[in-house]
């Protein structure tokens, strides 16, 4: 099931303005206390924490729905589990979250869901964030007017058609001084015939992809006459690393501004990147959004019709695993600002919602062996370009993603490690086993591209290769990656 949150603006007058403000505050501190306490004592679960703190708070806040009450000693529950993963992983430092704002979670005895989802056109939310002052009697309603977008009425339409269900929690959320209902929605991921097949590889500043479409290929395979038929092999520009190299020249120039400011008395400085005022200048620079930006870009690029995405199986860290393969420094530390976790996040919810399959195939050697002819690729004096011992030039980025197509194939995932399969591959395992979600005919298909890229190989040796070596840096020259904002394809001419 696929979840989409959709925030609408509510319209709060003076009086329950002021009163949200005093709820959320009061929310606000049950959240800490209890996350405070959970990671100190190391007690996580909702229900002991539950049975902790519900009595002491149901006193403290005696006006409180206590419906809320349990709510955010359940989030608080969450945010420490949560909190504690990431300490584990090594992503936090800190001995303690620090719980900035909250969002506050409504159950559907706190909001009128029933109503809401029993009207075909909502333009008003019922919430009752306080209680009547008499116990066992429930919340006071207060009715709010919704400021509904087309975004929300096109989920609004999927619920009414059975597409999707409103589900019963309602999140009201302050930003600034607006108040807005977050909605979530709960897709039925579609099923559709898979009209490509894409693959897609993450690079420092591009995502290579390469796809087929079905249709028209099969198209081509019918006319004879046609002496190519190859996937579509194309980058798109993300700038990741480059994005990651301008903030911190920019983060470094706030440091350096901001430190005279802390100051201590004995010549030392407070650690600046902790303060508010550093927060502060960090948000205006919008790095995140311009980030998700790009994300959502590349997403909506690999799902537009309903395909076979094919990609690389991402460990837990697959910065560590690129780091290992470039070994410049330099660019290790942009590496890590590249949200591999996040691309693939969001194109696995996007393509569950089109239509599409995501299948992971192992990244094992996908840019060291000829896509074509299973050999070892020699290097050049071009880092991008790869020789194969047949006589071809490769570039690296296509060999990793026609690789990656292959191996969606049973025959040549075990022809794509031949070379020393003995030593490292118990092949046997996975003899004759086919991947269950590539229909039959597509394995078909792709084996028959593969046969007529090495027939048309023998003609044309270049075919498979952006150009000869020649850039002498051997840097990772990316220039040419197609532009952003650009959703036209530019396909690299493969035919020379
Ligand atoms: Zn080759």
Redesign the pocket.
Known sequence: MLRRAVAVELEVAEELNKLLYSVESAYLSIVREVVMYAIEYNVLSATELHGLFYSKYRSEYPSLNSQLVIQAIRQASEIAKSFIERKREGAVQKPYPEVRSVSIRFNEIAWGYDEFISSVAPVRVAISPISTGKRGRGGRRFEIWLRPHKHFWQYWWKVLTGEARLASTLIIKRKANKWYAVFIFEIKPKEEKPRSVISFDINENTVAISRIDIETTVGKVADWNRQHVTPELYMIRTDFGRLARRYERVRNAIIEKLKPEFALPNGKYVNVANTREFRKHMKRMREEDRKVGRVRHVANELTKTPAIIVTEELGNNPQESMINEIRRNEIRHRVKQIPFKKLERTVEGKALERGSKLIRVSSYRNSRV??????R?EETNDWHTLQ?????Y?DRDYASVMNMTWKATPESWTKGVWWNMKREMNWREHEGKSNPLVPHEIVILLQFIMKRI?AS?EQSPAV?ARGKPMNPAGGADEGWARNLPNTGRRPVSMHS
């Open positions: 000829c896509p074509i002819h299973f050999t690729l194969c011992p047949k006589g071809h490769v090495k190989l498979l």
